[in-house]
């Protein structure tokens, strides 16, 4: 989940150059720290259709388009996995190759850990009530007061850049990502965009990439263009679930 501080069309030239300017201080330039012993791995990303240069690797783990996060170790198994298998889309909302199993589906656990702020546990039990509502689908979620029974813990980083918030993909042992990490650099984000952020992190909790990106899967049936989806990559005023983010949850989830 990103500030909007970058773009391609031309027309918004004018408002890109503004806003760039508005935000030079807290961007920082996308630095590719790929090691050539991952360059296998970073192909595999390729192959899912992922950029390059949108992937960067921090200690052990991808970060890819700012948000999302995957473990060496896990990126490792699902290149593995992807050799033996299919890659075979089942579904086209993009997903990933990843969703949570019926065993978690219905309750994704989420931990809040102490640190963070009453206004971002404000936009998180927002962001769990707006995925609860969403009628037709099995897909549930609870906040939890035991980290020991808990499947995600979101917890407080910083760091001066445009991401506000990342997570963790669903695992290959089909368990909802591990974590939500917020950036207290936009603690004094709008409530409305902090609940749209945590419900867009959620997202990927659960299994979703990115809709104005090609890439994972596409989920048959969805609309292939969505600008006011909740997964798009970067952040609005929350305003609803659009029809088609409603209709790829109960693609992916149904009852
Ligand atoms: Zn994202």
Redesign the pocket.
Known sequence: ?KKKTQSISLRSFLFLALSVFLFACSKEKAVTEVQPESDKLVSYLETLGFKKENVQLKGDTYII?G??LITKAELAKRAAAADKSDGSPDTEHWRGTYIISNTYNSNVRLYIDPAVPAAWRTAIQGAVANWNAINGTRLGMSIVTSQANSDTRVFMGFESASWIARAYLPSSNRRPGVSIEINSNYNSLAASQKLFAIT??LG?TIGFY?TNQNQGVFIQGTPSVDANSVMN?FVLPWNGFTAGDVLATQILYPQ
Request: overall charge negative; hydrophobic content about 20%; cysteine-free.
């Open positions: 989940m388009d948000d999302v867009h992190e990927h990115h990559s």
